[in-house]
């Protein structure tokens, strides 16, 4: 499913912002209602967990993801699976990726 801007999701966030579908699915930046903290809205759709044993291996590797917290990690808040789709609410991290980041030069061992 696509969201359009304005569209709340989950019943708390606020999308703001699409930016486009990604290998795993599609991505939105959004605002969590009650506090005001941005989130990255990813949308994981059917094509990416083609039938149920491999639904409840990804559903179970999110709820523990969601148990980690490090400054180095991306923070996951919330996970809302529908029928046909998984939606999980994460820590908003601006900037360039990893791997884009890793291309302009070597990384360091401090960074």
Do not use: C
């Amino acid at each position: 499913m696509a969201f359009s801007v304005g569209d709340v999701v989950a019943g708390r966030y606020e999308v703001l912002e699409s930016l486009g579908q990604r290998p795993l699915g599609w991505l939105y930046r959004a605002r969590e209602r009650e506090i005001g903290v941005e989130v990255a809205l990813w949308v994981i759709g059917a094509a990416m967990l083609p039938d149920e044993p491999a639904r409840t291996a990804f559903l179970g590797k999110l709820g523990r993801a969601r148990a980690l917290s490090h400054p180095n990690l991306v923070r996951v808040f919330g996970v809302y699976p529908t029928a046909d789709e998984v939606v999980i609410a994460a820590q908003w991290a601006p900037g360039q990726t990893l791997y884009a980041r890793a291309q302009e030069k070597p990384l360091s061992p401090d960074e």
